[in-house]
């Protein structure tokens, strides 16, 4: 066995041997088109064949997620070229593993029948997640291919709403009585071609299919194979039902260190599982879904997507900041006058209005975590509201009163100065009162409140900045 | 089996319930301070005690990582109070789960004797997870009690840097030699007592600790056991080595479904393994330092940490970013007489500094993106500039031509609209290009792009945007 091991480094080698094939063959094809070649002879050039030969065998050995990551890769013309010669049987387990945007693109390219082909071989829960993505005349074919049973779990599957349990589940379980022996269960599982995977218990039920309990297998190796199933089997183990919140569920996973868990419904009929890899996809999903959304950007940009999608994923967060970004400008444009009588006040607005913006947003994060990490009760709100009033306090005299003294040696102007500190201060507290009660209020509200939090911190504080230190100035220095 | 699984609900019921005893024993507290009995005398009273009980019975219920949950939401005396009665042998697990911040307010108020007692129970990598935080007369007593080779196993444990695959490492596993036959290597797991967790496959190794392969638990069981091990083992797996990134790592475990992956030296000899949910753990972690980086917050603040030390947690950003506010401020001051001829000036010019600032974090976020998921080939940086300059392009001619229009129609100045206009397109494509360029150079220079982009966007647009939209007014309208 080697211990190369260097998964990360294999896989951007296997992405450049295929990008300098690509790029190898590009320049035959160039070379053939300046020779004025038709196309067709083009593909039957000995090089070219070459090529495509070493390539296609480099992607036979490749797994489907490997092959997914090198299609995100490439652009969209290399992209379609590697995909055409991805061997046909592995086209579902592939546009599982790709990107939305990604998958979108490889699924125009493909015909209805080749569609059907490419996913009847995948599970049921599978296809529930290739759905939304397919044209409908493709999923009823599918659906016409499958069992009754299998009809009926696809239907469930698609019914769950993202974020729940049931859209994480599969139905890949095996499941034992009670009243054997263990080494009745070792025959049976000899039977099996192969197990599911992730299969680190099995699920006891009764001939109504209810959970009585499961079998982790760490107890079945270790134990006399003569003990029933009963004597040996947890009946406190953890179970979900398909409505329970998908992200209580990553919690569970991650607390208990669980591997699978099984999903039974209101009456205790099991009816699939859990396991830790749907867990570990839905986690890296929601934490980049929430990194996007923290610059306004809609969904993942394909690296390669077109500039007019890349304008349509990003207009309207830039919208709604130029909105905000209007209204502090009336701020300002409503205390002109001042602006003109002491200029100063233009060049030191600017800092107080970024101050409470990142201070806002340094008290809306903290919040934000505690609360989805449920370490937030409603009661501890004036606690919390106290607390942060009096970071902003010290913050306030500590900066505002440094950079007062900056105004007053940049301007010799020593009641400019004082007006910098309690705008400052002033603007502080404002931000550390928003940071607190937006994302409690959105709480109360049964909202996400950790969406769209910052874009208000920074419209209340800059607008309220400008208004303050505007404000203050007009009353005692004009 | 009770289909309850509503996990995480059960949790903040358990926490409202032990709030809820110690409220009301806090009330019993402030009723006999009231009539001034003596501290002792209360320890006595009987409702008092009753409350003890009930929680002493709630807590002993509860998982190690629920009352680390617990401890974290209450108060620091309440924090206490619950840690002084949880039962002593659980201490360790508990420390282990708790955050840095907790960790070291329970670890003060330890005796050293205690605290040796409670993590000479931990497996030697739990124990080199804690080291850090131990006061070092500690550790030195609990080395002394280990074997020859859990001390050397502790040795290597603390020697891994965090964010190496050894730091996730764990010593737990169970090895099989090849030539023998399933039913040896069945007779041989009933001779434990439990199985490690998260054991998915057993380890294949030579007389000299070598990894020749490992044998998967769902093939141990489904076939005949009378065949040999080296005919099922698989040779190809998986493995790392200890100085391998965790972040690598993690993405195989996500690619590949893994459940346990074993770790081998350069030679080739089995040193340990990482499994799942060690993985769970550190992804979890890394997101968390990534958002409360992003917010400029150096670390987890405890939701009670006193204000002082929120100061101290988070003054580092604010004064970072007030120096590049007072640069903005300076490029402003330079501008003065400008302003103080056209007032409109100091309205408008927030506007092209913030959407420059907006526009370069969506930029640098989906580069800096793309780059931590390997889709950046150095050879990329040129597609990408082009690609952005014109997203910046598109948005300028847009939101730029919409807001000239507006400040014509708001000051009668269609030739401040058209500076309007220009500085927002040219603040835009300087935040796309520091947007491409940053997090570029940072990768090429070795260093993580992910972190201080943010601040240099804004830095670079705020004070890039007033100079531009100042400069052009000066030029054009003074």
């Known amino acids: 066995m080697e211990p190369s091991a260097e998964t990360h480094h294999d896989l951007q080698k296997s992405l450049r041997d295929i990008e300098e094939l690509l790029s190898r063959q590009q320049r035959v094809e160039d070379l053939v088109r300046r020779q004025a ?38 652009p969209l013309d ?12 592995r086209d579902g387990d592939i546009l599982l593993e790709v990107s939305d945007a990604v998958r979108e693109s490889l699924i125009e390219t493909m015909a209805p ?67 054997v022996s263990l080494e009745v269960v070792l025959r049976y599982l000899r ?48 179970s979900f039902t398909p409505t329970d919140e998908a992200d209580h569920a990553a919690q569970a996973f991650e607390r208990y260190d669980l591997v699978s868990v099984p999903v039974v419904d209101d009456k205790g009929k099991l009816l699939g599982r859990v396991t830790v890899n749907a867990v570990l996809d839905h986690i890296r999903e929601t934490t980049e879904a929430e990194q996007l959304a923290q610059a306004g950007l809609r969904e993942e940009e394909d690296i390669f997507a077109s500039v007019w999608d890349s304008v349509r994923n990003r207009w309207v967060w830039l919208a709604l900041n130029l909105v905000t970004a209007l209204v502090a400008s009336r701020v300002i444009g409503a205390f002109e006058s001042s ?21 806002g947003n340094q008290t809306i994060t903290m919040i934000v975590r505690a609360i989805a990490l449920g370490k937030v009760g409603l009661d501890s709100e004036r606690r919390l509201f106290r607390k942060e009033l009096n970071v902003a306090l010290i913050n306030g005299l500590l900066w505002g009163g440094l950079l007062g003294l900056v105004a007053w040696g940049l301007y010799g102007n020593w009641r400019l100065g004082l007006v910098m500190t309690s705008a400052m201060t002033l603007n502080l507290a404002l931000a550390a009162s928003v940071g607190v009660i937006v994302p409690m209020t959105m709480q109360k509200l049964g909202r996400d409140p ?5 874009v208000m911190i920074t419209a209340v504080t800059d607008s309220g900045g400008f208004f303050i230190f505007l404000g203050l100035a007009t009353l005692f220095l004009i």
């Open 450 to 454: 950790a969406i769209g939090g910052s």
């Open 78 to 89: 290399e992209r379609l070229l590697v995909w055409g010669m991805v061997k046909a049987d």
């Open 339 to 359: 602006i003109e009588k002491l200029v100063a006040l233009a060049a030191l607005m600017p800092i107080v209005a970024g101050i409470g913006g990142n201070s």
């Open 37 to 74: 070649m038709p196309r067709h002879d083009l593909v039957e050039t000995l090089v070219h064949k070459q090529h495509l030969v070493e390539l296609q065998s480099k992607l036979d050995h490749l797994h489907p997620a490997d092959i997914a990551f090198i299609l995100e890769a490439l």
């Open 191 to 238: 039977l099996f071609d192969e197990l599911p995977n992730h299969t680190d218990q099995l699920f006891v039920v009764d001939r109504e299919e209810h959970l009585r309990g499961v079998l982790p297998l760490n107890v079945l190796l270790i134990n006399d194979p003569e003990t029933e199933v009963a004597a040996l089997m947890q009946v406190d183990a953890f």
């Open 113 to 179: 029948a080749e569609l059907v082909a490419a996913v009847e071989q995948l599970d049921t829960d599978e296809l529930a997640d290739l759905a939304p993505d397919l044209p409908s005349q493709v999923m009823e074919d599918v659906f016409r291919g499958l069992s009754t049973e299998e009809r009926e779990q696809l239907r469930a599957a698609i019914s769950y709403p993202e974020g729940s349990v049931g859209a994480l589940m599969d139905f890949d379980l095996v499941s034992v009585r009670e009243n």
